[in-house]
T-cell receptor
Framework: DTEVTQTPKHLVMGMTNKKSLKCEQH?????MYWYKQKAKKPPELMFV???????INESVPSRFSPECPNSSLLNLHLHALQPEDSALYLC????????????FGSGTQLSVL | AQKVTQAQTEISVVEKEDVTLDCVYE???????LFWYKQPPSGELVFLIR??????QNEISGRYSWNFQKSTSSFNFTITASQVVDSAVYFC????????????FGQGTELSVKP
């Protein structure tokens, strides 16, 4: 199994809603990532988890809250988002967080109304 | 600081043509890694290749080939005999050793292969 699975594929939410994005991998990878990608732009790193501990937070606003319950799961909790947060949110994993190729999921397309 | 430049925003070719996607990178570190990823319309980024800074050997994989030249800080990607299925956005990316695996992406090149 070489897949990174993300759910949901699409999400529409209001600015007062609370929602969560989910990411799962069963490749035994110990590093997991959240990236944000706006249309026609490259992905931008948000968070990195290494061995279930948050190792990188790229100054992401607190309305985005990551969680890594175990080595296979990564969540992104969303609260009080703004319309400019609408984007494709990509999850990725790698064997370790150093120089390894990343396996990406197909993303969650988020629209904030 | 590190930077990746993909000067070609969009390229359009006709099937069976060869096409080269350019990538120029900047870093002062001596140990670094270069990548190419493909992003088809479905959204997920697909890994194509990784090269470390000590390995300048060019690589060929089927119709794909990569030319790494440290002297010009370039890591170009050529598709030979392009096919419609090659239509996608291609990203070149740089990772520097001991920065936690953070990938610095170029702006991407959108390749359109027409039948």
């Amino acid at each position: 199994d070489t897949e990174v699975t993300q759910t949901p594929k699409h999400l529409v939410m209001g600015m007062t809603n609370k929602k969560s994005l989910k990411c799962e991998q069963h490749m035994g990878h110990r590093a997991m990532y959240w990236y944000k990608q706006k249309a026609k732009k490259p992905p931008e790193l948000m968070f990195v988890y290494s061995y279930e501990k948050l190792s990188i937070n790229e100054s992401v606003p607190s309305r985005f809250s990551p969680e890594c319950p175990n080595s296979s799961l990564l969540n992104l909790h969303l609260h009080a988002l703004q319309p400019e947060d609408s984007a494709l949110y990509l999850c990725a994993s790698s064997h370790s967080r150093v120089e390894e190729k990343l396996f990406f999921g197909s993303g969650t397309q988020l629209s904030v109304l | 600081a590190q930077k990746v430049t993909q000067a070609q925003t969009e390229i359009s070719v006709v099937e069976k043509e060869d096409v080269t996607l350019d990538c120029v990178y900047e870093t002062r570190d001596t140990t670094y890694y270069l990548f190419w990823y493909k992003q088809p319309p479905s959204g997920e980024l697909v890994f194509l290749i990784r090269r470390n800074s000590f390995d300048e050997q060019n690589e060929i994989s089927g119709r794909y080939s990569w030319n790494f030249q440290k002297s010009t800080s370039s890591f170009n990607f050529t598709i030979t005999a392009s096919q419609v299925v090659d239509s996608a956005v291609y990203f070149c990316a740089l990772s520097v050793y001991n920065q936690g695996g953070k990938l610095i992406f170029g702006q991407g090149t959108e390749l359109s292969v027409k039948p």
